[in-house]
């Protein structure tokens, strides 16, 4: 029999700010597209400002507070020192506020939040590392934590070297760095924790079985490889590289994609819940993301570019986020509140513990919102890209109350 | 002589509901079989939905707290396996029926 020790969890009171930080960081990020044109550059100081309130405020957040949680589950081992989430949460919650602000407004400031993030996310990789060491099995996913932290404190220390040059106490080339960076954070961290939970969490949700791994397996080998290429070309100024490691890259993700069909094809649970449809969009935004990216390569048109990256970010990564807290936050409150109580008294299901028509309302707001959004961005259309904006918003409303109310069910 | 059975045993466990699904354990087909001996103690083989699922333990003392309440019951065990592994095939028709598998 294969041991699962469950009784590592954390207690939701370490878990919880980082889920309420992280939808309010979404929020906020939704509040200032409102002030976005559908025409700028990826150097632009306020781009690169709503861009870390978004990863760090909003993804990293939410992926930290979900890691803590699901690392012994998936590491079937108890955290190293699982109270330094009591110290990542302020140092990240801090940082990133700092680094949005310093783009925004203060630059000088900007070294002062990328230390405080560096410094979160040197513990956070430490921490998970020595979790690491503690397990005895080998699985796709464990092997993915240990890649994407590896990733992670690159990406960390590349975009701390930005920081440093961006307030010219560093002479860096910003451009080149800034690809490394957003390489190795998005495609090394962000990328490979989504396809190594992923095999985690999408069949547990729709109760598949049986079905083969070949296809993730050559994902993440190509994952892996393709990122460490593109960071390579990057640090060398070697462009034909990167090119390289997009084309490695682009054929991973479509591994991923195909392993994801096959294990939707033995879905069991039919039933469409704002998880199922999150996964949905998702996945139909990734391809359409994929589709984009690939035409910009060939026409080199701007446009398209930050139409993918929009599919990418709010549509793929956003909506694999907000579809899983759905699932995680009810399941955190109900192992803290109401398990004690199984067999005593009447326990209410998961299901129970939102309200159906505010998701529903979440969800479809959202959806309106990034594609009109990234529409506005292919056409470079005022109207359409504040439409979507103003949809993303109302959604984000939709999704801070829903999350309230999970937190507070049962107190 | 024990007269407790295999099904005052199941009968026991069918109280016993996955939050997340909201089916009891027996017709989610998770109990794969519950042996009674003549001093009236059981050992329970069951499995789980999911290898990493994150109730595991909490489910397992949930099953061992269901037999308790039978009355005269022994020992009791609860052994969770993996093999065979479960699927739907091995749900009753109304979970399948719901959960949209038929």
Not at chain 1, 31 to 44: C, D, G, K, N, R
Not at chain 1, 365 to 381: D, H, I, K, P, Y
Request: hydrophobic share 55%.
């Amino acid at each position: 029999m294969k041991a699962i020790s469950s009784d590592f969890a954390p207690p939701l009171k370490l878990i919880s700010p980082f889920f309420s930080a992280g939808v309010v960081f979404y929020l906020l990020s939704m509040v200032a597209l409102l002030f976005f044109e559908p025409t700028f550059i990826y150097q632009q100081m306020d781009v690169a400002g709503w861009i870390h309130l978004f990863m760090l405020g909003f993804v990293m957040m939410i992926i930290f507070g979900a890691m803590a949680q699901l690392v012994p589950v998936v590491l079937e081992a108890g955290h190293a020192v699982v109270d330094v989430y009591y110290v990542i949460f302020p140092l990240l919650l801090t940082g990133a506020s700092l680094m949005v602000i310093g783009f925004w407004v203060v630059p000088q400031i900007l070294p002062y939040g990328g230390l405080l993030v560096l410094v979160a996310m040197i513990i956070f990789a430490t921490e998970n590392i020595a979790t690491l060491k503690k397990t005895t099995i080998s699985t796709l996913t464990i092997k993915t934590v240990a890649w994407s932290n590896g990733y992670l404190l690159l990406g960390i220390l590349t975009g701390f070297a930005i920081a440093l040059g961006f307030s010219g106490q560093l002479n860096i080339n910003i451009s080149l760095m800034l690809k490394a960076h957003v390489y190795a954070v998005i495609g090394g961290y962000v990328v490979l924790t989504i396809i190594g939970l992923s095999l985690i969490l999408i069949p547990m949700f729709s109760l598949a079985h049986g079905f083969k791994e070949d296809a993730i397996q050559k994902a993440f080998k190509l994952v892996v490889t393709g990122v460490a290429i593109v960071f390579i070309g990057a640090i060398f100024s070697q462009e034909w590289l990167m090119y390289v490691g997009y084309a490695i890259n682009t054929i991973g993700v479509l591994f991923y994609i195909w392993q994801i069909y096959i294990i939707a094809k033995l879905t069991v649970r039919k039933e469409l819940d704002v998880w199922a449809k999150s996964m949905i969009f998702a996945f139909g935004t990734f391809i359409f993301a994929i589709i984009l990216g690939i035409i910009y390569l060939l026409s080199a048109k701007e446009s398209i570019l930050h139409a993918s990256v929009w599919f990418l970010l709010l549509g793929f990564i956003s909506s694999m986020i907000t579809g899983h807290l759905y699932k995680i936050v009810p399941f955190l409150v109900w192992f803290e509140r109401f398990a004690p109580l199984v067999g005593k008294e009447k326990v209410p299901m998961l299901h129970e513990m939102y309200s159906k028509e505010g998701a529903s309302m979440m969800f479809n707001f959202t959806v309106a919102g990034v594609v009109l959004g990234g529409f506005g961005l292919l056409f470079e259309s005022d109207i359409l890209f504040k439409a979507g904006a103003s949809f993303l918003l109302t959604g984000a409303i939709f999704l801070f109350i829903g999350m309230r109310k999970m937190l507070a069910y049962g107190k | 002589m024990c007269s407790i059975t295999k099904e005052n045993v199941f009968d026991a466990i069918s109280t016993v509901i996955d939050p997340e699904v909201g089916f009891n354990l027996v017709e989610m087909g998770l109990i794969y079989d519950a042996i009674v001996d003549e001093k009236c103690n059981v050992h329970v083989i069951m499995t789980l939905s999911t290898q990493g699922c994150p109730l595991h333990q909490m489910i397992t003392t949930w099953v061992k707290e269901a037999v308790e309440r039978i009355e005269d019951i022994g020992e009791i065990e609860v052994e969770v396996v993996w093999e065979p592994a479960w699927n739907i095939s091995m749900a009753d028709d109304n979970v399948k029926q719901t959960l949209g598998a038929m």
